[in-house]
């Protein structure tokens, strides 16, 4: 069984700090994408990478995959209020099922 | 319009019961999903069709049937629920299988399902 472990599980800052949640495994994924959800929806695609090493930027949020492709990392530069959230990342192997990982509970105090 | 809907939202029923919940997408998509999250909110594939036919089964009770009318819509029956069935039920869908970049799996807003 592939399983993505998530770290931290629950992360709660002040707005304007910066902070950084990963994504780790045992296994080798294809490609790698991270979601945020919010409180009564469903996960939003954030990003997804596909090269080990691959650094990706979304505005404020940087997203890179490791070198192995085993691991990923999601930096917020000065949260917001706006980026409170669930934050899911999944690992994809080709035409096979997305597994998601354990998630990571992020609430931005004003 | 919304890409992925699904009816209902929410669900309180008692235990033994049978309840479904529907799904529809408006993308041309060939692909379609059905995901549980638990209430860590954990998320796990059960099902995928892609145009109508069946790809992925993941270890889910036989309880659990979905059926797909057709590639845009892909609903799910519970018979005789049970207390552990009570989570969020996902339907999704995207252009066609696998996993790769540029194939976004666009997720419903969910169906609270609670079972008393």
New interface residues.
């Given amino acids: 069984t592939q399983l993505l472990e998530q770290s931290p599980q629950f992360l709660s800052i002040q707005e304007g700090e910066n902070l950084t949640v990963y994504c780790n495994s045992s296994s080798v994924f294809s490609s790698l994408q991270w979601y945020r959800q919010e409180p009564g929806e469903g996960p939003v695609l954030l990003v997804t990478v596909v090269t080990g090493g691959e650094v990706k930027k979304l505005k404020r949020l940087t997203f890179q995959f490791g070198d192995a492709r085993k691991d990923s990392s999601l930096h917020i530069t000065a949260a917001q209020t706006g980026d409170t959230g669930l934050y899911l990342c999944a690992g994809g192997h080709g035409n096979e099922k997305l597994t998601f990982g354990t998630g990571t509970r992020l609430t931005i105090i004003p | 319009d919304t890409a992925?809907s699904q009816t209902p939202k929410y669900l309180v029923t008692q235990m033994g019961n049978d309840k479904s919940i529907k799904c529809e997408q408006n993308l041309g998509h060939d692909t379609m999903y059905w995901y549980k999250q638990d209430s860590?909110?954990?998320?796990?594939?059960m099902f995928?069709y892609n145009n109508k036919e069946l790809i992925?089964n993941?270890t889910v009770p036989n309880r659990f049937s979905p059926k797909s009318p057709d590639k845009a819509h892909l609903n799910l029956h519970i018979n005789s629920l049970e207390l552990g069935d009570s989570a969020v039920y996902?339907c999704?869908s995207s252009r066609r299988?696998?996993?790769?970049?540029?194939n976004?799996?666009?997720?419903?807003?969910?169906s609270w399902l609670t079972v008393v």
């Fill in positions: 992925v860590k909110k954990f998320l796990k594939i995928s992925i993941e996902f999704a299988q696998g996993t790769g970049s540029g976004t799996i666009y997720f419903g807003e969910g």
